[in-house]
T-cell receptor, first 115, second 112 residues
């Protein structure tokens, strides 16, 4: 049981290049999320998917697109990377516990540098 | 006012000390609360959920104070390995789906 996995671990892009960050979970969770984490800003939600086939914008969606390919996989795409998108990106998935709380579990992150 | 606020620290404590962090939240209708631990250059990992009655897990105790709108994390008998950043998370209400809002974290440094 690998939990939440992300690829790549590190990436350097030039401004204007595109790339897709991959995320997969093997916990049979319905909900998945993409966050970015920047110094002093904390974790900010980019997009989320409440269930297979649905996606919604979070707090900072501009410049990103997502695809919920199936229940396991949720990808994040940068169509034209900008230096402001330099960040650490975390994918997460969640389950509802016995207290009806959505408990989120995170992947190891992708460190992205846009030059 | 930010939805979720934490003192960034760092809190510098000696091994064996007791240390407590608070996290305030702005939305009185919030229902779910969590503490996560994040080590340097690693992902956040769930430390504990915070229930209305409070909960304890070994040296860690989490409490919820709805009247004053904050949650707390108490660490007893601090270990060097407790050095990390502690993030609180609160669910965002008024949406059809439960999303979490995270604080920016409180850094703890435990020294020998």
């Amino acid at each position: 049981n690998a939990g939440v996995t992300q690829t790549p671990k590190f990436q350097v892009l030039k401004t204007g290049q595109s790339m897709t960050l991959q995320c997969a979970q093997d916990m049979n969770h319905n909900s998945m999320y993409w966050y970015r984490q920047d110094p002093g800003m904390g974790l900010r939600l980019i997009y989320y998917s409440a269930s297979e086939g649905t996606t919604d914008k979070g707090e900072v969606p501009n410049g990103y697109n997502v695809s919920r390919l199936n229940k396991r996989e949720f990808s994040l795409r940068l169509e034209s990377a900008a230096p402001s998108q330099t960040s650490v990106y975390f994918c997460a998935s969640s389950e509802t516990d016995s207290w009806s709380q959505e408990t989120q579990y995170f992947g190891p992150g992708t460190r992205l540098l846009v030059l | 006012r930010k939805e979720v606020e934490q003192d960034p620290g760092p809190f510098n404590v000696p091994e064996g000390a007791t240390v407590a962090f608070n996290c305030t939240y702005s939305n009185s209708a919030s229902q779910s609360f969590f503490w996560y631990r994040q080590d340097c250059r690693k992902e956040p990992k769930l430390l504990m959920s915070v229930y209305s009655s409070g909960n304890e897990d070994g040296r860690f105790t989490a409490q919820l104070n709805r009247a004053s709108q904050y949650i707390s994390l108490l660490i007893r008998d601090s270990k060097l390995s407790d050095s990390a950043t502690y993030l609180c998370a609160v669910n965002e209400v008024n949406t059809g789906f439960q999303k979490l809002v995270f604080g920016t974290g409180t850094r703890l440094l435990v020294s020998p």
